[in-house]
């Protein structure tokens, strides 16, 4: 014996109208029975006058009455059952019916009559005949023409059924929501801040980046642009520079940001007295922040960066943890409010460098190695070699220090390789857990206290307190 099947699902139908609900097809060999619940009696087949009464897997309400309210199912020898709750609506002329529960039309700009029957009108949310080109009414369809937020709400057909020779009025509604939901929002540039100065080094590379919020999901309209003294960089003719694009969306609203890198592959004198303008503007307006450039001091060690950053590289489209933290909160704590130097392989290293040349020069030129370790970068091949080198680098030839940060459970470290099993051993890994992320922008966290005691000293006086 099959195990008795329960199916639910709930109708408002309006007062007066035609009504039919249809139980599901088990099996067509299978004789289906109506019953009405609160009554307990079986709806039987069309006679002649016959208001309520079943034909096969349909049950007909020709036209509905408030009395008809109540609890409908269909059962397939009482093994399994389709129940349905029926809650019939005064009619009130001039008014449309709406139900919280009703189907989503498609977003698309289409909303279908759930009927074949030939549809008389269409009725907009204030119950109002459509008006407009915008409005096109084929067969079961209506369609909108570039949907706006203001076309969503409820849409209203109503068409006639006749059932020999009686003719019934029938009414279905939908909810109309647009996929194109965009808005734009005042352009705000999140970095960097205006007036900033940004130290570089003559013959240099240097990377300036600047983000904005522009809106609500993609914007048809909108842009982040540098300038330089005032020139678009696009109309210069310098190939030293270079601007790149991408675009991300963030939290269940998808505001939607853009960055655009301006990568210089060579800093000159007259760089350092040029002002660097990033614009950012919509369909509402535009702003823009200005920084400039100033000559960094040349260390006595001759190291330009006080350290290389290994990290696991991210090929996907979407943003990760990992990848927020070496390019947002690492920077934010360690160059902005420590006043360290970093080299992060995606923001220093430039297209067109040979990247095995260049990621070992970054490195021979940086006082300190911090190695990211995940579970991604312990099992990728693409990263073994920057490892390789970086390890070789502080274990036998320079003899720079190496800053472990386990940003998520390893587990036994007898899976590492020999020289990160030695260090470890050695001094540790200083481990990212749940209560540094309280406050992960606070150079005075617990973790950040540590990073920065394995880092080389720096004059700025935010982080002069802690010893190393």
């Not at 076309?151 to 009686?166: A, L, P, R, S, V």
């Not at 307006?285 to 350290?307: C, P, S």
């Not at 472990?404 to 020999?418: A, C, D, R, S």
Request: aromatic share 10%; net charge neutral; with cysteine.
């Amino acid at each position: 014996r099959e195990d008795v099947l329960l199916c639910f699902y709930s109708i408002d139908p309006m007062e007066g109208e035609a009504l039919v609900i249809k139980c599901p097809k088990w099996s067509s060999s299978v004789k289906v029975t109506w019953y009405r619940l609160d009554t307990n009696k079986i709806i039987p087949a069309e006679e002649e006058g016959s208001r309520v009464f079943s034909i096969e897997r349909f049950l007909w309400f020709l036209p509905t009455s408030r009395e008809d309210s109540g609890n409908y199912t269909c059962s397939n020898n009482r093994t399994k059952s389709y129940n349905v709750s029926v809650q019939v609506h005064s009619y009130k002329p001039g008014e449309c019916f709406q139900s919280d529960s009703l189907p989503n039309a498609t977003g698309r700009g289409k909303i279908v009559c759930p009927t074949l029957i030939t549809i008389e009108c269409y009725y907009c949310p204030d119950c109002k005949p459509l008006q407009g080109q915008r409005f096109f009414k084929k067969e079961k369809y209506i369609y909108i023409e570039n949907p706006r937020r203001e076309d969503d709400g409820y849409y209203t057909c109503q068409f006639i059924y006749t059932h020999k020779g009686n003719v019934f009025n029938v009414s279905a509604t939908r909810i109309f929501i647009s996929e194109v939901k965009y808005s734009p929002l005042p352009p705000q540039i999140i970095f960097p801040k205006n007036k900033e100065v940004i130290e570089a080094e003559l013959g240099a590379a240097l990377s300036l980046k600047c983000q904005a919020r522009l809106g609500i999901k993609k914007q048809p309209l909108a842009a982040v642009r540098w300038d330089v003294d005032n020139i678009p960089v696009k109309s210069l003719a310098c190939s030293r520079f270079r601007e790149e694009t991408h675009f991300s969306f963030e939290g269940h609203e998808h505001v939607y940001y853009e960055e655009t890198t301006l990568n210089i592959t060579e800093i000159k004198k007259e760089d350092l007295q040029s002002n660097f303008t990033c614009i950012a503007l919509n369909t509402m307006y535009n702003t823009r922040v200005t920084v400039t450039l100033q000559l960094r001091a040349q260390a006595k060690d001759g190291k330009i960066y006080d350290a290389y950053v290994i990290y696991p590289k991210n090929h996907a489209n979407e943003a990760n943890f990992v990848e927020y933290f070496v390019y947002q909160i690492m920077p934010e704590i360690l160059e902005n409010k420590c006043g360290y130097k970093l080299c992060i392989y995606g923001r220093d290293i430039y297209p067109g460098e040979d990247a095995a040349s260049a990621v070992e020069k970054r490195m021979q030129k940086s006082r300190r190695l911090i190695i990211l370790l995940t579970q991604q970068l312990i099992h990728s091949k693409e990263d073994a070699y920057d490892q390789h080198i970086a390890l070789h680098d502080a274990l036998i030839q320079n003899g720079t220090k190496v800053i472990l940060l386990e940003m998520e459970t390893i587990g036994t470290y007898g899976n590492l390789q020999e020289s990160l099993q030695f260090i470890i051993k050695q001094q540790g890994t200083i481990k990212w857990k749940e209560e540094h992320t309280v406050h992960p922008q606070s150079p005075n966290s617990r973790f950040w206290k540590q990073v920065r005691c394995q880092m080389p000293l720096t004059h700025r006086s935010s982080c002069s307190a802690n010893t190393r």
